[in-house]
Every structure is written in structure tokens, then in C-alpha cells.
């Protein structure tokens, strides 16, 4: 018997992801980073669809443009993801987001609770009926574990009657694993 292991937190982001976006549908992606969420996301919605991404450094936007390619796609914006609301005003199918700093760059540069709960909720405004956000949380810098406290009691409140909200991640783990927050807005009642 062949089995894999447990997906990590960025791999089961993914898989809830790619059961969702089709051709054609507009997406965002919250922290760019190095562009690897981004290119998922241009490659799943197609030339017909979009992918609006968002990051406060240069060196973020350049690599996630250099890992893009040739995609048409996409439209990248040097702003923080509290700025959601200023650059998109159609509804969306799916958000992702890792929280925390960008890999191999200034780990003084971090996203912050207030910031990332005000994109969120912006995002969960626009969100389509059976539309995800996806929230990889990370907490073993510093700053983390703030933020994630503020992540979670924001999502914890929103509404039951239009969302579903899960946490998954390893607990016997060294080294704070990074565990995934997915906000689902539920398909409305006929």
C-alpha cells in the first residue's frame, strides 16, 4: 500500500484551493512572498481569469514577476493586504495568505495581526458563495504568536450561518509548524 504522509499546512492550503477555482475565476493572493502561491493560483484560473497579489516589498514583488513569467494574468500591487479593499471590488473565489516574514530576507518585516485581520475581513466581504480563504499561520518568530492570537479570535467570530471556519496543523511537532486557518463562505440556503 502507497500512501502519503499528512500534507503539510501550504500543501492542504492547496488541495482546498484547486477543489474550488476553475478557469476563469478572479482570486488574490495576500503576501506574494516569492511567488510560489501566486503562479498556483495564475495556472488554476486560467488566461481568462485573475490573480491580484499584494506585498510591502520590492524584493517580494520582483521575485513573485521573475517566478511569473510570461502569465498576463496576474496584477501585482506594492501595498500592504490591508489595502485589499482599494484594489479589488469584484467578488473572489479563493484568498491565500501566509502570514509572518519573506524567506530569506529581513525577518524584521513581518505582517501584524491588525493588518492581516482587516484584509481578511475585506476579503471575506468579497468571497462567493463556496469561496475559500486560506490563512497559513506561523508563529515561531517573533511576532508570530501575536498575530496568530489576533487571526484566530477574528475568524472565530465570524458568522456560522455564512461561514465555516477549521484550524488543521500537527501538534507534536518541534520548531512551531506553521497550521492553516480556512474560512469557507457557505452556499446560500434555497
Not at 524584521?108 to 485581520?117: K, N, P, Y
Not at 500537527?170 to 492553516?180: I, K, V
Amino acid at each position: 500500500m502507497n500512501r502519503k504522509p499528512l500534507p503539510r499546512a501550504t500543501e492542504l492550503a492547496h488541495e482546498l484551493i484547486r477543489q474550488r477555482v476553475e478557469s476563469g475565476d478572479t482570486v488574490a493572493d495576500l503576501t506574494v512572498g516569492n511567488g510560489h502561491d501566486t503562479l498556483f493560483l495564475s495556472k488554476l484560473v486560467g488566461e481568462d481569469g485573475e490573480v491580484v497579489g499584494f506585498d510591502i516589498q520590492q524584493a517580494a514583488i520582483d521575485a513573485t514577476a521573475h517566478r511569473l513569467g510570461n502569465a498576463g494574468n496576474v496584477k501585482l500591487h506594492l501595498a500592504c493586504h490591508s489595502r485589499f479593499s482599494e484594489f479589488v471590488s469584484t467578488p473572489v473565489k479563493a484568498v491565500m495568505a501566509n502570514l509572518g516574514y519573506l524567506p530569506s530576507a529581513d525577518k524584521a518585516i513581518i505582517t501584524r495581526g491588525e493588518s492581516s485581520v482587516t484584509a481578511i475581513g475585506a476579503a471575506a466581504e468579497l468571497l462567493t458563495p463556496g469561496g475559500l480563504i486560506t490563512i497559513v499561520v506561523y508563529t515561531g518568530h517573533e511576532g508570530g504568536k501575536e498575530e496568530a492570537e489576533t487571526v484566530e479570535e477574528f475568524t472565530s467570530t465570524l458568522d456560522q450561518s455564512k461561514f465555516s471556519v477549521i484550524r488543521y496543523g500537527f501538534t507534536n511537532q518541534a520548531n512551531h509548524p506553521p497550521y492553516l486557518i480556512a474560512v469557507e463562505k457557505k452556499l446560500e440556503k434555497r
